[in-house]
């Protein structure tokens, strides 16, 4: 019998085998998911003929009509005064003219894509700092029926946002708060701060409480060793949170739709209504929802460290 040689395997460390799957299943995954995403940006490059066409069309000759036609207002007008204008200035004016149509003015695009990073952005904000005090407060003091409030910030989340939509727009139809961005970031900050007080109380249990207690025999304040202390070592969590309150209030669509029509009106429920000659534009609506994309990528991204440690371990641990 052979000497030295050992067939024993570690449970906890993947084979070779194992590796190629979980990576074939994960690039399998990506791919899947980045598809509608190519299509959308591929359809926002597209003219309108060629993005209704049947069978759809993979190679086409790219087009910024539907970028244009997202940022500005247009008029159709007919070829002998379009010949008394004076040579197109730009990309958009030469594209516009070539379909018999003049630039009038700006679209309301850019606008509400502002009201949706100050709603969102706002309202994520405000969501951390109230959802950060208030986790800190739950896991380190003894606050009467602790468990029974927990489970009361919770339910807020198990109600469909439906159910209260018509309450909420008599409320602030009296407050004067329809259709304000003010209005929209205490509403997303009222729904998002339950989903922050969990999230970032589990981050805040694990950190020992022995470095508070070092830092204020050092002489700190509760205060002090809050910010200098905790708040560092949750940072993982805090920007975990972060990224999930940020995707709800900057994708939220329903009240959206209900409470805002004009001045605070974010990109969701404006998007759709981007219409064309003879319909919908689709390479328009196409192009507004690749670059309603963006903020919210480039900010995942480079948060992407944090994330992944946050999800997966969380904070300091004992």
Request: glycine fraction near 6%; charged fraction near 15%.
């Amino acid at each position: 019998m052979s000497r030295g040689i050992s067939h024993a395997h570690s449970i906890v460390e993947p084979g070779p085998l194992s590796r190629r799957i979980a990576a074939a299943v994960v690039v399998v995954y990506a791919l899947v998911a980045m598809v509608p995403l190519a299509w959308i940006f591929l359809t926002s490059i597209k003219t309108p003929p060629d993005s209704i066409s049947y069978p759809p069309k993979v190679v086409f000759k790219p087009s910024l009509e539907g970028y244009c036609n997202l940022f500005t207002t247009r008029s159709r007008q007919t070829q002998d005064y379009i010949d008394t204008l004076p040579p197109p200035s730009g990309t958009c004016e030469r594209i516009t003219r070539e379909r018999n149509m003049v630039v009038v003015g700006p679209s309301n695009y850019a606008p509400r894509f502002v009201n949706s990073l100050v709603i969102a952005f706002g309202s994520t904000a405000l969501s951390i700092l109230l959802g950060t005090t208030a986790a800190y407060a739950f896991s380190r003091f003894k606050v009467p029926l602790r468990d029974d409030l927990m489970f009361f910030i919770l339910s807020t989340r198990m109600m469909p946002p439906i159910a209260v939509a018509i309450p909420i727009f008599l409320m602030y139809r009296e407050l004067g708060l329809s259709d304000t961005r003010l209005g929209m970031i205490l509403l997303y900050t009222a729904v998002n701060v339950s989903l922050a007080v969990w999230l970032l109380k589990g981050f805040i249990d694990e950190i020992p409480r022995e470095y508070e207690e070092a830092a204020m025999v050092d002489g700190y304040t509760r205060l002090q060793a809050f910010f200098r202390v905790v708040l560092p070592q949750a940072a993982t969590g805090i920007v975990a949170t972060a990224i999930f309150c940020l995707i709800f209030a900057w994708n939220e669509y329903a009240f959206a739709v209900l409470l805002t029509s004009g001045e605070a009106q974010t990109a969701p429920p404006f998007i759709p209504t981007i219409i064309g000659e003879g319909g919908q534009d689709w390479p328009a609506v196409a192009a507004g929802t690749t670059l309603f994309l963006v903020p919210i990528l480039v900010f995942t991204v480079l948060l992407r460290k944090q994330l992944l440690r946050g999800i997966t371990f969380g904070a300091v641990r004992k």
